[in-house]
């Protein structure tokens, strides 16, 4: 089994306390594999009573770099739920309509619905991210200049994004945030390989070369992410990325054991309604 608790970011931690490289007890894939195939089965009949319960939505959060494993992620621990009880939405670049509204205001509209769980593909956490590497990505966003140039301005949205995710839990929708931590020269690699392997080519973006440039901003801009907005709630789980079959295991046995923590159940029927299956069912039987 794992210790996902080692993995979850705590007050008074650093991002170095947490090595990309790390796979726990697992010494291979195969061992890995086997479990995660155990898990997400289990994940297929605990989705389906999340939804027939229907009093709490999952949001799943992930951030990262580029190359990190985001898509493997979604692709392989949610490879058997009921797409009828899972969606999936990527943010990019916002439109000139998303930037006409407030920076949650995109994401708000994506939320899960009771008994659903909603993936959120980076999120409103890109704006304490890019934004933060980036900071004329904000003129974009037609924010008052005092707000903008206020010495709280980061701190603000720290606590704007923590009152956000309080009222969510408040409300029944579960929130699973997972910062996918990979290496610099892991995600070299994995650039080298988009570039030589011509069935990967279309993955890569000579945007992301000149992303890649901003390492330590997006380090520091990660940390503080992480040290300002992992709480009680809705923690941060950092998720070692360097070896790609480590980072699904532990997402889905930390998404399995959310889910078995909630307590789960099929909807009891009443008195009335089994009155009538049983009427239903001899109608059924006595058909020739």
């Not at 890995?32 to 009093?55: R, W």
């Not at 699904?248 to 909630?262: G, P, T």
């Amino acid at each position: 089994m794992i210790e996902i608790s080692k993995y979850k970011f705590q007050r008074g931690q650093s991002l170095l306390d947490f090595s990309p490289k790390d796979t726990g007890s697992f010494h291979d894939k195969k061992e890995a594999k086997e479990l995660l195939n155990d898990n997400i089965f289990d994940l297929a009949s605990l989705q389906e009573k999340l939804y027939a319960y229907n009093k709490y939505g999952v949001l799943i959060i992930l951030q990262a770099l580029d190359a990190a494993g985001k898509d493997g992620i979604i692709k392989h621990v949610m490879s058997t739920v009921n797409p009828q009880g899972c969606q999936v939405k990527s943010f990019k670049s916002p439109s000139s309509e998303e930037l006409d509204h407030d920076f949650l205001w995109r994401c708000s509209k994506h939320l899960p619905e009771r008994g659903n769980i909603a993936i959120f593909n980076r999120s409103y956490y890109e704006e304490v991210l890019v934004c933060r590497v980036h900071p004329e990505y904000l003129n974009a966003q037609k924010l008052p200049l005092d707000y903008i140039n206020s010495d709280r301005f980061w701190q603000k949205r720290f606590e704007q994004i923590n009152n956000f995710e309080k009222y969510l839990t408040d409300n029944g929708i579960i929130v699973l945030k997972f910062f996918l931590n990979i290496s610099k020269a892991e995600q070299k690699q994995r650039f080298l390989e988009r570039i030589e392997n011509q069935e990967k080519n279309w993955k890569f973006s000579a945007a992301d070369i000149e992303e890649r440039q901003h390492w330590d901003n997006y380090m520091f801009a990660f940390e503080q992410m992480l040290k300002n907005t992992s709480t009680e709630t809705a923690p941060w789980h950092v998720i070692p990325s360097d070896k790609k079959w480590f980072s699904r295991l532990l997402v889905s046995q930390i998404l399995k054991e959310k889910l078995e923590s909630l307590k789960l159940k099929y909807p009891e029927v009443s008195p009335a309604m089994a009155k009538k299956i049983a009427e239903a069912k001899q109608k059924l039987i006595a058909e020739k």
